[in-house]
């Protein structure tokens, strides 16, 4: 055995079992998976498998109990992935990283420790001015999966969400315009004799390409509107000459809208320069017995008709004789797929948290991950999210070089 100045080789005499386990404890992360409070969240930002992925290289996770039930998951299928199962919020909210979908409750945060990290999205819908000031005295470090990039500027937890929903969307309006839902009995697609349904989709992005697949699949004539040209050649390339598109020409649009079945609404608003926002008029225009899905309502809605929703409107309902499908969330009708889908993503980040050491090491050497957070310390650092509370946003960069 080689020896350096007279010294044994640190670790020379130590397994390599020993060594690993010693690595796995240096860095070794504490997360809390609270149950959702509201009662038609049934997401989950980690799977039973992905637990185990965790706690195999020594991280630990609390898991508060009927956390998995939306997605057909028991307390005992975490439990034997390494999860420790707590029966109260207030012992999962003692983690140092918390893993939620919604954002926090004011009675969540009021759990929280000091200085605590939280993982969630904001849907400012939902996200209500207490909890975030509640959040800011608690000197909070938060972090939005909407906002987080990967190395090439993309968003991961955004877009496959957004490739969820445009697949789930093109199913719900299957069965809307079907008689069984009381629709007028149309078949989505097309069969031999008879006109294909048209779907109209408004945005070329991840839902919008995901929603135009799966209609074409089923042989509709599917016409795509957006206002970024470089988007609707994407769009086409992949799909196909035989998808057309169109930018935002008004009598397009309108001779569109008025021999429509079925109109998506899937344009991106989140840190966007422009709102593009469907007007009433065109809505009038359309068949009765037509459909429109809104699959930005979390973001303030496509259609006007919609944009002005509360949460005690009701998510379907009709208006000009035009069914309007405006539910939260849709990806929640898939919960387990999206959770599964969450998961690919969250491993490989909380493993690459755990090796930087501290949150604070992976903001600073990550830019992905440093463009998710909106709070740091309780000091708002995201414009997007500050402007929503009618508050000034500070510059992250200043406090990083202060540590």
């Known amino acids: 055995m ?11 005499y130590i397994p390599q079992e020993l060594l690993k386990e010693i690595s796995k404890v240096n860095n070794r992360l504490l997360i809390g998976i609270p149950r959702e409070r509201c009662e038609a969240e049934k997401r989950l930002p980690l799977t039973p498998e992905a637990v185990d992925m965790l706690t195999d290289c020594g991280h630990r996770v609390l898991v508060e109990s009927g956390a998995g039930l939306g997605i057909n998951y028991s307390d005992n299928h975490f439990s034997e992935a390494g999860a420790e199962i707590v029966d109260t919020p207030a012992e999962v909210f003692q983690a140092d990283l918390i893993l939620k979908i919604l954002p926090p409750l004011p ?5 929280m420790r000091p200085r605590t990290t939280v993982f969630s999205l904001v849907q400012f819908n939902l996200f209500a001015q207490e909890a975030f000031e509640l959040m800011m005295a608690k000197r909070i470090t938060a972090i939005s999966y909407e906002l987080m990039a990967d190395e090439y500027n993309r968003f991961p937890v955004l877009n496959v969400t957004s490739e969820i929903e445009g697949a789930a969307s093109i199913t719900i309006a299957s ?28 945005g070329a992005g991840n839902a919008g390409t995901v929603a135009a697949r799966a209609a074409l699949a089923l042989g509709a004539s599917v016409k795509v509107f957006d206002d970024d040209i470089n988007k609707l050649r994407i769009i086409q390339q992949v799909l196909g000459q035989g998808l057309f598109t169109s930018t935002f020409h008004p009598n397009v649009l309108h001779n569109a809208f008025r021999s429509a079945d079925v109109v998506i609404g899937a344009m991106r608003y989140i840190n966007t320069r422009h709102r593009y926002i469907i007007a009433t008029d065109l809505v009038r225009t359309m068949k009765k017995g037509a459909l429109v899905i809104d699959l930005r309502v979390s973001q303030g809605g496509c259609f006007e008709t919609t944009c002005c929703l509360s949460r005690e409107d009701p998510a379907v309902f009709e208006q000009y004789g035009v069914l309007h499908y405006c539910k939260l969330n849709i990806s929640n009708r898939v919960a387990r797929t999206t959770s599964m889908a969450y998961s690919n993503i969250f491993v490989p980040l909380l493993l690459s948290l755990g090796d930087a050491g501290s949150v604070q090491g992976m903001i600073k050497s990550d830019k992905g991950f440093r463009a998710g957070v909106y709070m740091y310390y309780g000091k708002t650092v ?9 508050l000034s946003s500070n510059n992250l960069d200043l406090y990083l070089s202060a540590f």
């Open 175 to 202: 069965e809307l315009l079907s008689n069984t839902q009381g629709g007028k009995g149309i078949l989505l697609g097309g069969i031999p004799g008879v006109s294909p349904t048209e779907v109209v989709i408004i």
């Open 382 to 390: 995201n414009s997007y999210v500050s402007n929503h509370f009618n």
């Open 2 to 12: 080689e020896a350096n100045d007279g010294r044994q080789a640190q670790g020379a």
């Open 107 to 111: 009675v969540e945060i009021a759990f």
